[in-house]
């Protein structure tokens, strides 16, 4: 997982670790890289490599981040085998921190799961599906303590698998490898909110033992969740409409074909774009954005690509935490295309195939703001 450091852009930490013990594997180590950007033509290069954070029986696959409720620093999270104890380090501009320990929740076995934060960093899940199942927790981004543990058994034989919240943070995904579901962490009885969204429908890529299975999932910049199979395939599934309730969703098995197979690998991306918590104890460093971008600011518009583009093109926009409209119209001001625009999302793709060529209006909006851009669209 790759974090930039605070105050320093041109400087990126990678926490990595390592992979012992097979065959069903513990990390003994996590290790931090440090990149410098302003290297080898700004290409980067490696300036420190392979630096012991912490010596201990890891759980592989459980380093995962978020930012401090200051907007500024990163709370870095892994996994104890055989317990409850998550270690925590903070990353500010001084460096990384020394671990320090928490102990709550589930007592978990080696195992192969995944755990995330939502995007607003108030909650934060870990699943593995051999026993141990579902915890939820609350975050304090602020402290850096979990608190509230549910932990929610799921009635299937699965094991391993994902999870990955909805951009909104109001759903919350499993996938158990042959099933899954969608939690709505927002009401009282997260358990009685379940809605079975898929069973594995028999499909192999390309043929038996390839099965397209459901392991680790991941939301990524288009306001879409795309889960792993968790085998040599080149498929992902993708869930269209994360923040919309059950089936609504739009869950597409291998629904996207790659262009080369691949297996147990998805980014391990967090939230970057989020701020401080406004008016807490930590909001201290005149970041005033609240829950918003700290990336590039709105004034930087929106581009297009490819423009001109014979139908099929591409919004890159910032971040924004709240959900937004997208409308295109023609130099009529006919409407022609209205879409969602997920929080958090930075990439929308559009298709214009079998309009008339000519220029359109782009207008995105959220709330009070508004972007615009125009695309040329040409005869193929």
Not at 124 to 140: H, N, P, R, T, V
Not at 338 to 348: C, D, E, L
Request: charged share 15%; proline share 8%; hydrophobic share 35%.
């Amino acid at each position: 997982m790759f974090l930039p450091k605070p105050d320093d852009p041109a400087i990126y930490l990678l926490f990595h670790g390592t992979y012992d013990h097979p065959p069903w594997g513990t990390a003994q180590y996590l290790y931090l890289t440090i990149i410098d950007m302003t290297l080898n033509n700004g290409l980067g290069g490696v300036v420190s490599k392979n630096q012991v954070l912490i010596d201990d029986l890891l759980n592989i696959g459980k380093i995962t981040a978020v930012r401090h409720a200051n907007g500024r620093d990163w709370w870095v999270f892994c996994h104890k085998v055989d317990s409850n104890t998550f270690y925590r380090l903070l990353l500010t501009p001084e460096g990384v921190s020394a671990p320090e320990t928490q102990s709550v929740g589930t007592v978990r076995p080696n195992d192969l799961g995944q755990v995330c934060f939502s995007p607003d960093g108030s909650k934060f899940a870990y699943y593995w599906g051999d026993g141990s199942d579902l915890d939820i927790f609350d975050f304090d981004r602020c402290t850096g303590l979990f608190s509230n543990p549910v932990h929610i058994p799921i009635d299937d034989a699965n094991s391993m698998g994902g999870v990955a919240f909805s951009p909104s943070s109001q759903f919350l995904y499993v996938s158990s490898v042959l099933d899954v579901y969608q939690y709505d962490v927002t009401v009282p009885d997260v358990e009685a909110s379940m809605v079975h969204i898929a069973h594995w429908d028999s499909t192999y890529s390309p043929s038996p033992p390839f099965a397209t299975l459901f392991d680790i999932a991941q939301l990524a910049p288009d306001g879409k969740i795309y889960i792993g199979t968790g085998n040599g395939t080149d498929k992902l599934h993708v869930i269209n409409h994360p923040d919309q309730p059950g089936l609504a969703c739009g869950m597409v098995q291998h629904g996207i074909t790659l262009p080369t197979y691949y297996v147990n690998s998805l980014p391990n991306h967090p939230n970057y774009f989020l701020g401080p918590v406004d008016g807490s104890v930590c909001d201290s460093l005149g970041i005033n954005v609240g829950l918003g971008s700290t990336g590039p600011s709105a004034a930087l518009g929106v581009t297009v690509r490819p423009n001109p583009s014979t139908g099929a093109f591409v919004l890159n926009y910032p971040a924004n935490p709240s959900a937004g409209q997208l409308e295109v119209r023609d130099l009529q001001g006919r409407m022609v295309l209205r879409g969602y625009i997920a929080p958090w999302s930075t990439v929308h793709a559009l298709d214009l195939t079998g309009q008339a060529a000519g220029m359109y209006q782009c207008s995105m909006r959220w709330g009070m703001e508004v972007l615009n851009t125009r695309v040329i669209i040409t005869t193929p």
